[in-house]
Nanobody, 129 residues
Framework: QVQLVESGGGLVEAGGSLRLSCAASGRPSSIAVMAWFRQAPGKERDFVARVTWSVTWSGRTTNYADSVKGRFTISRDNAKNTLYLQMNMLKPEDTAVYYC??????????????????WGQGTQVTVSS
């Protein structure tokens, strides 16, 4: 089992920055992929970014949704078992609850929430215009 706890959300003006964190506990060595998703009110949960994960391998692969490319950066700290999402140049349309997710296998269908077995509780990000 893996437990995920997000932090770092808040209220920011358009053009500002926030950094989200997601601490993994339990069996983080079993994780192969970690990702961020977001869900705005009345909308589906959408893929934001993902990074491959290994406690023994320093290489990584990252992927981003087109809407956040060039503005958001996903990264990980293996020593701290923590995932990050640095969000710059925030826009009002980035307002959503952001969720951290993890999976124990690699899949080409990483953009779909159904392919992740572990989820955090979510953290609210609100961007004012």
């Amino acid at each position: 089992q893996v437990q995920l706890v997000e932090s770092g959300g808040g209220l920011v003006e358009a053009g500002g920055s926030l950094r989200l964190s997601c601490a993994a506990s339990g069996r983080p060595s079993s994780i192969a992929v970690m990702a961020w998703f977001r869900q705005a009110p009345g909308k589906e949960r959408d893929f934001v970014a993902r990074v491959t994960w290994s406690v023994t391998w320093s290489g990584r692969t990252t992927n981003y949704a087109d809407s956040v490319k060039g503005r958001f950066t996903i990264s990980r700290d293996n020593a701290k078992n923590t995932l990050y999402l640095q969000m710059n140049m925030l826009k009002p349309e980035d307002t959503a609850v952001y969720y951290c997710a993890a999976q124990e296998y690699y899949t080409a269908s990483y953009r779909y929430p159904s392919n992740y077995g572990y989820w955090g509780q979510g953290t609210q990000v609100t961007v004012s215009s």
